[in-house]
């Protein structure tokens, strides 16, 4: 729990003392863009990009679900998803059906080509996810999700 005397400390932004690399949001912001950088790097020759790997990740795990739960799982803007996704069914990587409940949502699942471009892209990501997490034990991992868990939390409180 941060102190209100320790809010005048380096990673306060209105400290005279702030200093960015002390910032959370900053190596958040940073690794975030580094490792989209890497993983679009990596998918590219595969004709994928980090969001396109990104949603057949999340309709591996979850299953089917509708254009606006894949945004959510994603962090991405639903007209971004709707694009991406009629691009990769185009491609015949996903199929799109409304759902049986409320024929205003669009439903989405893997397709049997789906799934076997999502294994190459996990096969060619593994790589770059050992060498992020080399020195780090279960623990530090566990360690690290419970805090941007919290700090999530924090967050959507307020």
């Known amino acids: 729990m941060v102190d209100k005397d320790e809010l005048s400390s380096s990673f306060f932004p209105l400290a005279d003392e702030f200093r960015s690399r002390d910032f959370p949001f900053y190596w958040v912001a940073r690794l975030n863009a580094k490792y989209s950088a890497d993983v679009d790097s990596l998918l590219k020759p595969h004709g994928l990009s980090s969001s396109k790997w990104r949603i057949l990740m999340i309709l591996h795990e979850h299953g089917r679900l509708s254009m606006s739960d894949i945004s959510v799982h994603a962090v991405a803007k639903l007209s971004t998803t709707t694009k991406i996704v009629y691009r990769m069914q185009e491609s015949g990587l996903l199929k799109t059906e ?3 409940q409320d024929g205003r949502v669009t439903e989405v699942e893997l397709t049997d080509a789906g799934e076997a ?3 190459i892209a996990r096969q060619v990501t ?3 996810v ?3 997490f080399a020195d780090f034990s279960k623990q530090d991992i566990i360690h690290i999700n419970q805090c941007l868990s919290r700090m999530f939390h924090n967050l959507n409180a307020l």
Do not use: H, M
Request: proline share 8%; charged share 40%; glycine share 0%.
């Open 98 to 100: 409304a759902s049986p």
């Open 117 to 119: 471009k999502l294994d």
């Open 126 to 128: 593994s790589r770059l």
């Open 130 to 132: 050992e060498k992020a």
